[in-house]
């Protein structure tokens, strides 16, 4: 069970998002396009922890004032152990990581055991294209994206998924 905070992405943005998403299908591969749920959507993680505890929310509603923020997808990154996840990274711009600072901090404050992974310093901005990748999947969705040009767009809101209810929340 974990609550997360995202950034979501503007309509163009989204788009171009799902556009790679229907490659990635389109070439029989895994994609985030496969995912039925109806809250799968393209987005961006500053953050995720086991609960919020009582006046997180709001707090995170504070430290998310600074949207919208400019993004950036430029390049392709692969995570994980034998079953891999494929994403297209978010340059770091200033404004992007004095917004994950302060959602950080507000998740330190009222949430218990934050994501050691989305801590400042180790945190990797990116956005999922595909997950649970073969090992001879990521050499065909790699070939299948060749030639991805950056992206560029804003945020358009903030959320934050419970993983146990799989519902969302928005958020600032």
């Known amino acids: 069970m974990a609550r997360t905070v995202e950034l979501l992405l503007d309509e163009a943005l989204d788009a171009e998002v799902r556009r790679v998403w229907g490659v990635l299908e ?15 959507r393209p987005h961006l993680t500053l953050g995720v922890a086991n609960e919020l505890v009582a ?6 509603g504070r430290a998310l004032r600074r949207l919208p923020v400019r993004l950036r997808l ?5 995570f994980g152990g034998r079953r891999r996840t494929l994403a297209w ?14 959602v950080a901090q507000a998740l330190a404050a009222y ?9 400042p310093g180790r ?4 956005v999922t294209l595909a997950s649970r990748l073969e090992p001879q999947e990521r050499a065909a969705a790699l070939d299948a994206l060749d030639g991805l040009r950056p992206a560029e767009g804003t945020t ?7 993983t146990a209810t799989r519902t969302v929340v928005p958020l600032g």
Request: overall charge negative; charged content about 10%; proline content about 13%.
């Open 26 to 40: 389109a070439a029989g591969l895994p994609s985030q396009a496969l995912h039925p749920h109806e809250t799968n």
């Open 55 to 60: 006046g997180g929310e709001a707090e995170l």
């Open 74 to 78: 430029d390049g392709l990154v692969v």
């Open 89 to 102: 990274l978010v340059t770091p711009s200033p404004a992007l990581v004095d917004l994950h600072a302060g």
């Open 111 to 119: 949430a218990p055991a934050p994501s050691p992974q989305h801590l």
């Open 123 to 126: 945190w990797t901005p990116h």
């Open 156 to 162: 358009a809101a903030a959320r934050s998924y419970d």
